[in-house]
């Protein structure tokens, strides 16, 4: 029993023994069972040298020298990161959601690289799953390093998480920028209403189909859609951030939207790869 348990000291105050805090850690293993740690464990700087590779911007680009435009030929609409085959990206869905200038060959692109020596890379949607707002697209070129997807289903809260993405997009040029915070909660993205008739269609939707998300305390801007949300130590992605597709449900009773950050449970990409046609 625990309560029979004691710890000899050499004096008052003083440290455990070696064998005694060996038996304090067996008997928490055996209460709180085990936990989930990292195959390795780098240092947060190592880490994001070694994901910045994968980290893109997402938006629309016109050809080279298109003889009918006018205006800026590349905008930008969020972040997104690699995964797969390394020539896959996920992303939000409404990220994605533009009409594109067709006629003038616009098309989805990413943007690769680091600083002003960013490089565009056209772009097509693959698959979208508008359920969990996420988006799967392909790119042509050279391949990317993917990212690893982690267990979202053993993320606890009060985890240490970092996200990494373009917070005010590549006007300033292609410069990924991180965040650092914990998971604060994880809770479902719609919650019963006291009054039927005060739900919308889209908030009936999800209390039919309900799913959790993480709340995070860490802040996130609006070109941080689709930015991936990992562990410090090891880089497995856990989750993507959205605001908005949370935010317009979790929060649609609010006269102000919240600043808190969500992310969606990166166990719904495999949704996206599984609607793709073998």
């Known amino acids: 029993m625990v309560s029979r348990l004691r710890v000899r000291a050499r004096s008052r105050g003083a440290a455990p023994t070696a064998s005694a805090s060996s038996l304090v850690a067996l008997v928490c293993a055996l209460i709180l069972g085990p936990v989930w740690q990292p195959a390795y464990a780098d240092s947060l700087p190592d880490t994001i040298d070694r994901i910045r590779p994968s980290i893109v911007g997402v938006g629309t680009a016109y050809p080279p020298r298109q003889p009918n435009r006018k205006g800026d030929t590349v905008s930008y609409h969020g972040t997104g990161f690699v995964v797969g085959n390394g020539k896959q990206i996920i992303t939000n869905a409404h990220v994605v959601a533009m009409k594109l200038d067709q006629k003038n060959r616009q098309s ?7 600083g002003t020596d960013a490089t565009v890379r056209f772009a097509q949607l693959v698959s979208t799953d508008h359920e969990h707002d996420l988006a799967l697209l392909s790119f042509k070129g050279g391949a990317l390093p993917a990212l690893t997807l982690g267990d979202s289903s053993r993320v606890r809260e009060g985890q240490d998480i970092a996200f990494t993405g373009f917070p005010i997009g590549v006007v300033l040029g292609l410069y990924p920028v991180t965040h650092r915070g914990i998971v604060a909660a994880i809770s479902p993205l719609a919650r019963p ?4 008739r005060s739900i919308n269609p889209a908030q009936r939707h999800r209390l039919r189909n309900p799913y959790d998300v993480f709340q995070l305390d860490g802040t996130a801007y609006p070109g941080n859609s689709g930015s991936p949300v990992y562990l410090p130590g090891t880089g497995e992605v856990i989750g993507v951030i959205n605001s908005v597709a949370v935010k317009k449900t979790k929060e649609s009773l609010l006269k102000n939207p919240s ?3 969500y992310a969606i449970p990166a166990s719904h990409i495999q949704v996206l790869f599984d609607a793709v046609p073998q």
Do not use: Q, R, S, V
């Not at 989805?108 to 680091?114: E, P, S, Y």
């Open 108 to 114: 989805l692109a990413i943007f690769t690289g680091h």
């Open 193 to 196: 209403m006291e009054k039927a």
């Open 259 to 261: 600043g808190i950050t």
